[in-house]
């Protein structure tokens, strides 16, 4: 089993300020300052009816720290599932939200696991799940740091082992035969802190998947990493990624691979300022013109002082081809940290759907802050905006599935919560929002 040293529970963090901090916006977070921010508060409601369903576990911890969520589809009947991280027990579940009133199944303790990615990588036939585990809770350099591998077995259960350790915080792992030898590699984000982060490529040199051996070479020295998606960008036919880079660093960058598992890198966006607090990408062909575009979300609210930020939000980088690219802003939104693009409506472009984190903002009620937001396409590159929720600013993670089979897309929302009311001892882990869109007799 899975072990490593007792887990950090010291939150929150010590208040250290950020290397190459230079850009000052806020220092105050009175309601008069923040009304100067361009992020919209008073969004109309959804003109898509979503029924939520919310899944609370009974007798854990009133603070749920969910840290992702992910609807898969992990056996041959094609079950939907919700593939959940939980940091504050330090569990990976699996829920049924076709039968909300069932309890999570566990499948692994993990310490504080931060992102999954399923993937067959032994081959076997049998769909397994690689968690990235950030090791400790808060930011801090250290080496407990893991890609931790759930290898799926015949009778559905799962056994863990460690891939890759000793790393600093890791929050993103994916895979693909870089070198062109048949098996799968890891390109591992390691998000770290100040001193311990980096991007690594790991070959992999396994023999036999009852002790698997992977060989980690760093391709990229900074710290910050967060996603590191798979693509063919120059299309050879050898799979290449893109890295997310945080930590005052506020890069996306691309790996083009020679085919033999070494990588050039490509400049692909820079941020206007070290403090633009990039939390994520996702590639998708966002005006469905025959190319990938990149997603991507900019909300980091814990930047010193922790308050909201005006520049905070999301929108997406359209690749132009002939490695150009060109950044559309989609909307402000403050602490915004996790945003995914599918068609809610059915019209056959893309929508986006939103959430905010800023868990250590103390949420003022004369001035609650839009917390789950969707941005609908009306025309090419033309959205409207409605609020699904306002106040809840809890949420680093969403997807998006169609869980209950009727055709259109379901949103998936997980709860990071660090502090509680007395008495509030059912804080959901996820709240479902089923879709009505098209709705079956």
Known sequence: MYEIAERDKK?????????????????????????????ATDSPPSRLAFKPHVLTVKASPIRPLVSNVKFVQLTNDKTVQLLVCEMYQGVVALWQP???????????????????????????????ILVSDLGVLSAQDTQHGAVVWLRARPDGEFDASVLVDGLGRVADTQTADFDGDGDLDLVVAVHGHFNTGNVLYCENHTTDYASPEFEPFVVESRTGAIHVPIIDLNSDGHPDFIAALGQQHELILGFVNNGRGRFEQQAIYAAPHPRWGTT?????????????????????????????????????????????FAYHRLAYLPGAHSAKAGDLDGDGDLDVVAGSFMPKYTRQESQPFESLVWMEQTSLGQYDRYALETGHVNHP?????????????????????????????????????????????
């Open 11 to 39: 939150w929150p963090p010590a208040e250290i300020p950020r290397i190459g901090d230079v850009v000052r916006y806020y220092t105050s977070n009175s309601p008069e300052q923040l009304q100067l921010a361009p992020s």
């Open 98 to 128: 076709s039968q909300p009133d069932a309890a999570p199944k566990i499948i692994a303790a993990v310490p504080h696991p931060s992102n999954t990615t399923v993937v067959d990588l032994d081959g076997d036939g049998l769909l397994d």
């Open 280 to 324: 994520g990408i996702q590639l998708v062909d966002m005006d469905r013109d025959g190319d990938t575009d990149i997603l991507c979300s900019h909300g980091d609210s814990f930047e010193t002082p922790a308050i909201p930020r005006p520049y905070h939000g999301f929108g997406w980088i359209e690749n132009e081809g002939d490695d150009a």
């Open 397 to 441: 993670t969403l997807d998006l599935g169609d869980y209950d089979g009727d055709g259109d897309l379901d949103v998936a929302v997980g709860w990071f919560v660090l502090e509680s009311d007395e008495g509030d001892a059912d804080n959901p882990w996820v709240t479902l929002l089923e879709n009505r869109t098209i709705v079956k007799d």
